[in-house]
């Protein structure tokens, strides 16, 4: 199973191509074998390398004698689902750019409980989250907004947003979001030191919660015209209510937030094979969370 090198051209553009390039299960054993271990296998307890272990679902390390699964510490982890059906859903995920719920999802792998498709389109949030790290640089706009979820419920969110200003050209480049309890100096501080690299151009409202960012760690500019910002918060809330309608509840939006500025930023990827690697590897790293710890608290990627 050739998997390694997807183009634009080469992905499958329906249900049954996905299932048709993920269907062999021990092939998929090989493939994230070479994936989360291309120079041979490490033992995450002991971090011996073996570069003759031979792909499998368990491995015994042959220096301290450890089992690990090809799933240990990864997303994918405990696991009752086959390592097929994993890569179609991570496949299937990433090279759908405007999004897909958990209803999509359950139809697609025919699973039987709502739940399971849920869970794992979270975890692969969180994924998205881990890889996507990468902060804005250059000419970095910020501004915040409200924008209103949660259908009936008309729930509304305070978000602040960031975009990189792609110069001469103009143009967007990577963009991040974090919801705020209340905007304020602390709260800009705070994601601009956590999403912004030191040593940019800040383009600021000119509102008092703005004023006095630490002119050690930017240079900042006072606009009255901040419209790249909100005309991305405002898309988002346009996709989070087309595509979800209503089924996002506050504790839970931060990772919707993620896979709005992870799909944004992977279009400057050279194709959508690129996008799949890029989410596999936060997959690979990323260590897994159960139902229940998901759904009790807000997740931080």
Known sequence: MQVTHFTNHSLPETADGFRKLFSDEEACLQFLFSKRWPHGFECPYCNWLNKDQLPAKTMNCSHCGHPTSITTNTIMHGTKKSLSQWLICILWFS???????????????????????????????????????????????????????????????????????????????????????????????????????????????????????????????????????????KSFEIWLNKIHRGGVIAKHLQLYLDEFCFRNNAEMLPDNGAVFDLLLSGVIKKKSLSYKSITSKPVKG
Not at 100 to 106: G, I, N, V, W, Y
Not at 130 to 152: A, K, L
Not at 174 to 185: E, P, S, V
């Open 95 to 233: 090279s759908n750019e405007g999004g897909r719920s958990a209803k999509d999802l359950q139809r697609l792998l025919k699973l039987s409980s709502y739940q399971t498709a849920w869970t794992w389109l979270q975890k692969l949030r969180m994924a998205m989250a881990q890889t996507d790290n990468r902060p804005c640089q250059g000419t970095v706009e910020i501004s915040s907004d409200t924008i209103s979820f949660g259908g009936e419920s008309k729930a509304k969110a305070s978000i602040l947003a960031a975009a990189e200003i792609i110069m001469p050209a103009g143009i967007t480049g990577r963009i991040k979001m974090q919801t705020i309890d209340a905007l304020n100096r602390e709260s800009v501080e705070n994601f601009s030191t956590d999403h912004i690299l030191p040593g940019s151009s800040l383009i600021l409202p000119d509102l008092e919660a703005y004023q006095k960012i630490d002119s050690k760690s930017f240079i900042t500019i006072t606009s009255q015209s901040t419209f790249r910002t909100r005309d991305i918060l």
